[in-house]
């Protein structure tokens, strides 16, 4: 079963970074598709950043374009968002998820991954 662990979220001012980590577990090779998702009270999940390990596509929405970056270890097996000039809207709890390892393709529905991490809260002070 493919598990994800979360960390680096915490309490940063507007304008600041963080950089929020997830080590994944369970996948059977090094390709495989992982997505950061964020939640904010009230609002619906929303995807911020995914990346395809088998030919290093990525994906990011509008909001975060420019300043969000993800990326890989070399094992491919941890993956990190980069956070950069951050904002109070971008305040959230942020999810790691994957896809079920027979698919490929970076997708922005979250009822299409099939595997999440418990999530880690990011707060940004304005």
């Known amino acids: 079963e493919v598990q994800f662990a979360e960390s680096g979220g915490g309490l940063v001012q507007a304008g600041g970074s963080l950089r929020l980590s997830c080590a994944a577990s369970?996948?059977?090779?090094?390709?495989?598709?992982v997505a950061w998702f964020r939640q904010a009270p009230g609002k619906e999940r929303e995807i911020v950043s995914c990346i395809s390990t088998i030919d290093g596509s990525t994906l990011y929405p509008d909001s975060v374009k420019g300043r969000f970056t993800i990326s890989t270890d070399n094992t491919k097996n941890t993956v990190f968002l980069e956070m950069n000039n951050l904002k109070p809207e971008d305040t959230a709890v942020y999810y790691c998820?994957?896809?079920?390892?027979?698919?490929?393709?970076?997708?922005?529905?979250?009822?299409?991954?099939?595997?999440w991490g418990q999530g880690t809260q990011v707060t940004v002070s304005s």
């Open positions: 369970g996948f059977t090779n090094d390709e495989h598709v």
């Open positions: 998820a994957g896809r079920d390892p027979r698919l490929v393709y970076c997708v922005p529905r979250s009822e299409l991954y099939d595997f």
